[in-house]
């Protein structure tokens, strides 16, 4: 496709329960992104990768989130043992290269809800 | 460490007027500084960047904004509103300087524009 691709739009899920969001970065795209919006909030940044290799997750907020580019192509972000408290919006964006000045491309997003 | 601060939640203007949205940033190095606009239910696009060329940057749909670093400010303004112009505005910053997908965002400014 033409742009970041992410499913599902929309996942709601009960406390406990583990949720994978899926991100389809454009084609060609060396570097992924993984952020998290809150309600009200900018987004913040959780993890990134170049190619297959997962170069920073310093902003994974505990070892309930994982991520994974297993081709260095499409992700997925798994939350494990999901909590009301990760309830956002998780967005992906991908950019040609990790060098100065490459822009980033934003998907929708996933809005996930916990009940 | 960076930091960007919107000091407006929410602006409202009438259509044909003046638009300002007011950021001030702070960085360790020099900055790399966007704005994103977020219309509902969609993704975040780039207006603008400044990356140490001009200091006045012009963005698309005639949003500029303007670095001013002894004020350590990058306000977004454009000279006449257009009803397509509400949205949710974010400045940003590059959290590295050799990587400009690392992205710090401020908590958004809602653009209301009215009729």
């Known amino acids: 496709g033409a742009g970041v691709s992410q499913s599902p739009r929309y996942k709601v899920t009960k406390r406990g329960q583990d949720v994978a969001l899926r991100c389809d970065p454009i084609?060609?795209?060396?570097?992924l992104y993984w952020y998290r919006q809150a309600l009200g909030q900018g987004p913040e940044f959780l993890t990134y990768f170049n190619y297959e290799a997962q170069q920073d997750k310093s902003g994974l907020p505990n070892d309930r989130f994982s991520a994974e580019r297993p081709e260095g192509s499409i992700s997925t972000l798994t939350i494990q043992r999901t909590e009301q408290r990760d309830s956002a919006m998780y967005r992906c964006?991908?950019?040609?290269?990790?060098?100065?000045?490459?822009?980033?491309?934003f998907g929708n997003g996933t809005r996930l809800t916990v009940t | 460490a960076q930091s960007v601060t919107q000091l407006d939640s929410h602006v409202s203007v009438s259509e044909g007027t003046p638009v300002l949205l007011r950021c001030n940033y702070s960085?360790?190095?020099?900055?790399?500084l966007f704005w994103y606009v977020q219309h509902p239910n969609k993704g975040l696009q780039l207006l603008l960047k400044?990356?140490?060329?001009?200091?006045l940057v012009k963005g698309i749909n005639g949003f500029e904004a303007e670095f001013k670093k002894s004020e350590t400010s990058f306000h977004l303004t454009k000279p006449s509103a257009h009803m397509s112009d509400a949205a949710e505005y974010f400045c940003?910053?590059?959290?590295?300087?050799?990587?400009?997908?690392?992205?710090?965002f401020g908590q958004g400014t809602t653009l209301q524009v009215k009729p």
């Open positions: 964006a991908s950019s040609l290269a990790e060098v100065y000045n490459s822009p980033l491309h």
């Open positions: 940003v910053v590059s959290g590295l300087s050799s990587n400009t997908g690392k992205l710090i």
């Open positions: 400044y990356t140490s060329a001009a200091t």
């Open positions: 084609s060609g795209h060396v570097s």
């Open positions: 960085s360790s190095y020099s900055p790399s």
